[in-house]
Nanobody
Framework: QVQLVESGGGLVQAGGSLRLSCAAS????????MGWFRQAPGKEREFVAA????????YYADSVKGRFTISRSNAKNTVYLQMNSLKPEDTAVYYC?????????????????WGQGTQVTVSS
C-alpha cells in the first residue's frame, strides 16, 4: 500500500503559476509510476500528466502540454506538478495517483492508489 497526500493548491489569477506536490508513504515510492488527474464540477476525472518510475519518461494531456511539467524525487518520495500560464479552464480538484502496473498509465482505471485531492481555482 502507498498513501498519497497532495498540497499546493489554491486560488490564482489567469496567467499565473502554481506548484502541486504529492508526498507518498508506505511501500517503495520508486516502484510506482505516478500520475496527476483533475476533476472539474460536473465532469469526469481526466488525465493530466504521468511520469515513469525513474522519471525518464513523461506524458501529458494535449490541453496542458507546454504549460505543465511533471517531475519526481524518489529520494524525497514526492511527485510534483508545475503549472504555468494557468487558464480558468484549469480549475478543478487535482489528484495524485500511483500506478503499480508494468507501464505508465494515462487512464483512471490504471491507477491503484489515490490522494484526497487539492483544489486549484484560476480566476479570469
Amino acid at each position: 500500500q502507498v498513501q498519497l497526500v497532495e498540497s499546493g493548491g489554491g486560488l490564482v489569477q489567469a496567467g499565473g503559476s502554481l506548484r502541486l506536490s504529492c508526498a507518498a508513504s508506505g511501500r517503495t515510492f520508486s516502484s510506482y509510476a505516478m500520475g496527476w488527474f483533475r476533476q472539474a464540477p460536473g465532469k469526469e476525472r481526466e488525465f493530466v500528466a504521468a511520469i515513469s518510475r525513474r522519471g525518464g519518461r513523461t506524458y501529458y494531456a494535449d490541453s496542458v502540454k507546454g504549460r505543465f511539467t511533471i517531475s519526481r524525487s524518489n529520494a524525497k518520495n514526492t511527485v510534483y506538478l508545475q503549472m504555468n500560464s494557468l487558464k480558468p479552464e484549469d480549475t478543478a480538484v487535482y489528484y495524485c495517483a500511483a500506478d503499480g502496473g508494468a507501464g505508465v498509465g494515462v487512464t483512471v482505471i490504471e491507477y491503484d492508489h489515490w490522494g484526497q485531492g487539492t483544489q486549484v481555482t484560476v480566476s479570469s
